[in-house]
């Protein structure tokens, strides 16, 4: 399971669906407004005026080539008096735009009221910047054709919703110090990224902790982990290595990495002082 490739689209022509489950959903999407447009009267021109799109994005929706927005499919709903008919599609179509494995991780994010994560090989995708994104994206091999790597920025910086809900999850991210020491993309990229962490970690519901390259103790050294709790107080652990992922429900294997992940904050520098220690980077930049 990937933690956040395929997020969600703007409104400058949609998203595109995860695989081949997820097409047949949006396909059918795409007949039904195709069908509330023709009883309305309207051609795709006309249609597109009035939800802000040409005529060749509204084929895109309707063929099934593209998703449309949240904010979008309201609007048609509006344009063709659907009386909500395509705006109970949204739930589903959102689930759609991810790979059938990442559909069950994409759901708990929105639904977490603690996510606690321990990178150390890049950031997690829910504090990167863009240009960090588009650089890390870049240096995919096998290349990623460029629509790809727009679509996937697009995505992951949709995730980052999660910091202006409210009430906002508690949100925890370690962070090994070579992580913000490595210039993907280059100095100024890496400025901008550690600029980025500061003005998260003054969020009141974020915490962030450096783990230093000096320290003696590392209960994270098995590699990166994300531990989510939902509203019902079950845990989830998700790993990802390569590609692959795996999430697991298991009430030991769940219990014992998050109290890995509490003894990795206790070896690690303490809020205040990874902050502090932070900004002795940027100066140094």
């Not at 790597?149 to 910086?157: F, G, H, K, P, W």
């Not at 910091?163 to 925890?172: H, I, Q, T, V, Y």
């Not at 490595?182 to 990229?189: A, E, F, L, S």
């Not at 298991?250 to 900004?279: K, M, N, V, W």
Request: proline share 4%; hydrophobic share 40%; charged share 25%.
């Amino acid at each position: 399971m990937s933690l956040g490739d395929d997020w969600e689209g703007n409104d400058g022509g949609g998203r595109r669906p995860g695989d081949e489950a997820g097409k047949g959903v949006v396909t059918a999407f795409g007949k039904n407004m195709k069908t509330l447009r023709v009883r309305a009267g309207l051609d795709r021109e006309e249609f597109g005026k009035r939800i802000g799109y040409s005529a060749a994005t509204v084929a895109s929706f309707e063929q099934g080539r593209r998703i449309p927005s949240s904010r979008t499919i309201d609007r048609a709903d509006e344009a063709l008096d659907a009386d909500g008919l395509l705006s109970a599609w949204k739930e589903e179509l959102e689930q759609a735009q991810y790979p059938v494995f990442f559909q069950g991780m994409a759901a708990l994010e929105k639904a977490a009221i603690e996510l606690l994560s321990y990178s150390a090989l890049v950031f997690n995708g829910l504090v990167q910047t863009e240009e960090y994104m588009r650089a890390l994206l870049a240096m995919r091999r096998p290349a990623l054709d460029q629509e790809t790597i727009e679509q996937r920025v697009t995505a992951r910086l949709a995730r980052q919703d999660i910091f202006d809900r409210s009430p906002g999850p508690l949100l925890s991210f370690v962070i090994t110090e070579a992580v913000l020491r490595h210039r993907y993309g280059g100095k100024d990229v890496l400025r901008g990224q550690l600029e980025h962490l500061l003005l998260i970690g003054q969020k009141q519901n974020v915490e962030i902790q450096v783990m230093p390259l000096d320290c003696e103790d590392n209960a994270g050294v098995n590699g990166p982990f994300t531990v989510v709790t939902r509203k019902d107080g079950k845990k989830f652990v998700y790993v990802e290595a390569q590609g692959i992922g795996s999430l697991q429900t298991d009430p030991e294997q769940t219990a014992l990495a998050a109290a890995r992940y509490g003894i990795i904050r206790s070896q690690a520098l303490s809020p205040r002082e990874s902050l502090e220690f932070i900004e002795g980077l940027l100066e140094s930049l």
